[in-house]
């Protein structure tokens, strides 16, 4: 309830409203329009110079970015100085032996190189875990190592990890010594030439297969053709020629170690470490540290691998290296693996 007694300051009536000044309503001010287009003006003009530093700062970075890049495909991981002091050269073999992989015959052979033409390298060993691969790239390294032994004086020796096979003991089998651990997988000696044929769930899908040729045994590999008994005569002399090949490395490379009266011990069985010592596959059980150490006589190890740079890296993850993939997995070629 209201106050009777309550009485109002003189001149003050409550329902009035309270009159605006032009601080508080800019549009009563004089020339209120100008001043208010001149704000707008002013803020437009520093987001655009905003947004021009910004666009500046990104340009920038993308261009060191490519710098960086650019700057990396131009060299590699590997030492770039001799190392003079006494030490043990380390080379990795390590994934799948092929051209324009880690292993590829021309990372291995320039990381060997550098390794050998160093001074103070006692020894080189080969640090190897890989399936197999490429017996061409395989034949390469194998015959640098024995032309670099009889250049440069310097032993060459294996050492296995995880996997010896196929084409990797290929490379091993030139060197002095093969280390095993006592789990390793080590042998393979054989040759495969794999592939697909997709003839006859083409007849069922009723896709006609338009392949033009010159010479009647062009398009024999192609996976979308039938392949003949000749056809297949003719591929399996080859790669019994190539696996003759890889016998005689292994031969010549193991030399009176090798238990030759093994049976399958070149039919493409593979067998652990401590295997392969006693068929004289392997020598002895050692790992890197041991070899430097007790074998070569100097502890501190060098590793002269070469390795992908940054550009490479991005490049495979961009899909390089899965294209080159899926245009080898249509395509028969002889590999130890």
Not at 57 to 77: C, I, T
Not at 211 to 240: C, T, V
Not at 288 to 310: G, H, L, P, Q, S
């Amino acid at each position: 309830m209201t106050d009777p007694t309550r009485t109002e300051p003189e001149g003050f009536e409550p329902f009035e409203p309270a009159k605006k000044t032009a601080r508080d309503d800019p549009t009563k001010a004089a020339g209120w329009e100008r001043a208010t287009l001149e704000k707008l003006a002013f803020a437009a003009l520093r987001e655009q110079k905003a947004t021009r530093r910004w666009k500046t700062f990104v340009r920038l970075s993308w261009l060191a970015f490519f710098v960086f890049l650019v700057w990396f495909a131009m060299s590699r991981g590997t030492p770039t100085t001799a190392k003079t002091t006494a030490h043990t050269a380390v080379v990795e073999i390590k994934g799948e032996i092929a051209a324009g992989a880690d292993a590829s015959a021309e990372f291995v052979v320039a990381a060997m190189k550098t390794a050998f033409e160093d001074d103070g390298a006692k020894a080189v060993v080969l640090l190897i875990n890989s399936p197999g691969g490429s017996p061409v790239q395989a034949g390469i390294i194998n015959d640098e190592i024995k032309r670099m032994k009889a250049k440069y004086h310097k032993p060459v020796y294996a050492v296995v990890e995880e996997t010896c096979a196929s084409a990797a003991y290929y490379i091993a089998a030139a060197t002095d010594k093969i280390f095993v651990d006592k789990a390793s997988i080590v042998g393979s000696i054989g040759v495969l030439m794999d592939g697909f044929g997709f003839t006859g769930t083409m007849e069922k899908l009723g896709v006609e297969r338009r392949l033009i040729i010159s010479g009647e045994n062009k398009g024999f590999l192609d996976p979308f053709s039938p392949m003949n008994d000749a056809q297949r005569a003719h591929a399996q002399k080859m790669i019994d020629q190539i696996h003759d090949q890889f016998i005689d490395i292994v031969k010549t490379g193991r030399g009176d170690r090798l238990k030759l009266q093994t049976p399958g011990l070149f039919s493409g069985l593979f067998w652990s470490g401590q295997q392969a010592i006693e068929l004289g596959l392997a020598d002895q059980l050692g790992n890197v540290d041991y070899v430097a150490r007790e074998v070569v006589k100097a502890e501190e190890v060098i590793d002269y691998t070469r390795r992908d740079n940054v550009a490479e890296k991005l490049a495979k993850k961009f899909g390089a290296a899965m294209g080159d993939a899926s245009v080898r997995a249509l395509r028969s070629v002889p590999a130890l693996r």
